[in-house]
Antibody, heavy 120, light 111 residues
Framework: QVRLVQSGTEVKKPGASVKVSCKAS????????ISWVRQAPGQGLEWMGW????????NYAQKLQGRVTMTTDTSTSTAYMELRSLHSDDTAVYYC?????????????WGQGTTVTVSS | QSVLTQPPSVSGAPGQRVTISCTGT?????????VHWYQQLPGTAPKLLIY???NRPSGVPDRFSGSKSGTSASLAITGLQAEDETDYYC???????????FGGGTKLTVL
């Protein structure tokens, strides 16, 4: 069965960086994009971007350009999302999800979420 | 302020039918981009409920259905059950932004 397993809870100080991992299993990793979505406490879903797992092409949300980098390691079927220069409003649950580059199919499987808290 | 507009809340009695609207513009839904719907139970990741405007993934009950017309889309839930009480989000793509977009979310209350 398809599974996306994310890395654990992170607590960071303002200005630091965080790197969240997402290990996929149960399907051919390079056949589907990986998207990243975050959700601040009590708020809605915010799309952060996606990465083509076969080509490495990325598409980032404009507000995060310059601070976010999405990468993959196809040898381990793992996707990574690094966010730099953290500030308090980056406190959120971060999700990876299978899909994204195609506008017709939606995000059909999600990781369990990684809580990132930014606090001094 | 989300690009896709959803009502903050809707409600209905058990067994009734409710609809949740998702209103966009001519650069997203109106441009022909597909709409997807997600259900998010408290403390859990979103679950894909409807994809490609009207399609249900395997395992999603046929009580859930999606439709799209013009610059709007709707999620309908029939035979409302207590377990349906949670948050719902629509999602599409916006060509002006070059980005995936989500609605602000709708909380469904089963009375």
């Amino acid at each position: 069965q398809v599974r996306l397993v994310q890395s654990g809870t992170e607590v960071k100080k303002p200005g630091a960086s965080v790197k969240v991992s997402c290990k996929a299993s149960g399907y051919t990793f390079t056949n589907f994009d990986i998207s990243w979505v975050r959700q601040a406490p009590g708020q809605g879903l915010e799309w952060m971007g996606w990465i083509s797992t076969s080509y490495g092409k990325t598409n980032y949300a404009q507000k995060l350009q310059g601070r976010v980098t999405m990468t993959t390691d196809t040898s381990t079927s793992t996707a990574y999302m690094e966010l730099r220069s953290l500030h308090s409003d980056d406190t959120a649950v971060y999700y990876c999800a299978k899909g994204g580059g195609s506008t017709s199919s939606g995000l059909d499987f999600w990781g369990q979420g990684t809580t990132v808290t930014v606090s001094s | 302020q989300s690009v896709l507009t959803q009502p903050p809340s809707v409600s209905g009695a058990p067994g009734q039918r409710v609809t949740i609207s998702c209103t966009g513009t001519n650069s997203n839904i109106g441009a022909g981009y597909h709409v997807h719907w997600y259900q998010q139970l408290p403390g859990t990741a979103p679950k894909l409920l409807i994809y490609g405007n009207t399609n249900r993934p395997s395992g999603v009950p046929d009580r859930f259905s999606g439709s799209k017309s013009g610059t709007s889309a709707s999620l309908a839930i029939t035979g409302l059950q207590a377990e349906d009480e949670t948050d719902y989000y629509c999602q599409s793509y916006d060509s002006s932004l070059g980005a995936v977009i989500f609605g602000g979310g709708t909380k469904l209350t089963v009375l």
